[in-house]
């Protein structure tokens, strides 16, 4: 396990044009991480705690410019102008990715009822983003072959222009007679 300790309080912090180097790490820790569920939740924890950290830091430095700022501010015109943190946008992209991450891993997971175990796949946004432009409909494809797919279900789920496709797939997904329907392993 990895532990990241700041050792100076400017580490944790950072203005809205820099990136924290402290956050940066947590967050390069959690891109690589394959246990989807507690990255994700790691991510939103660390996200919430960066921003109540560069909040309070932000309070000191704001009562010292304030005055500073509002004389620019009515001269440029950008009273209204909302900060944006860059180390919260990076943030919001990595819950975002390991939200997506997280319901591939979920549908990777899920098998036909009576068929052997999905090969279980440890996956994460570095092994995704490494993969190339391929690598998730790579895994897809496996997934489908796997759990005994149809092309046909596919093809008919896949056209626009007929409605019966979420019924075809619907009949797919609930027929437990086939053996066919979706269980989600644990």
Sequence with gaps: MVHFYPTDPKLVSSDSE????????V???LHKATGNVAAYIGAVVARSVSVIMAASFSVEH???NEE??????EESGDSDWESVSLDLEHWNLLVKQLEDILMLNILLKSQ?????????????????LNGGQGSVTDLLAVWSVSVGLEPEVLSSFLAESNLENVSVLQKFLDDKSDSRSLNIVK
């Design 112 to 128: 036909p009822y009576g068929k052997a175990v999905v090969k279980d796949v440890n996956i994460s946004i570095e092994t995704i």
């Design 27 to 29: 967050r390069e820790a």
């Design 68 to 73: 500073k700022k509002d004389k620019e501010n």
């Design 18 to 25: 820099h990136v924290s180097p402290w956050w940066a790490a």
């Design 62 to 64: 704001k009562k010292a």
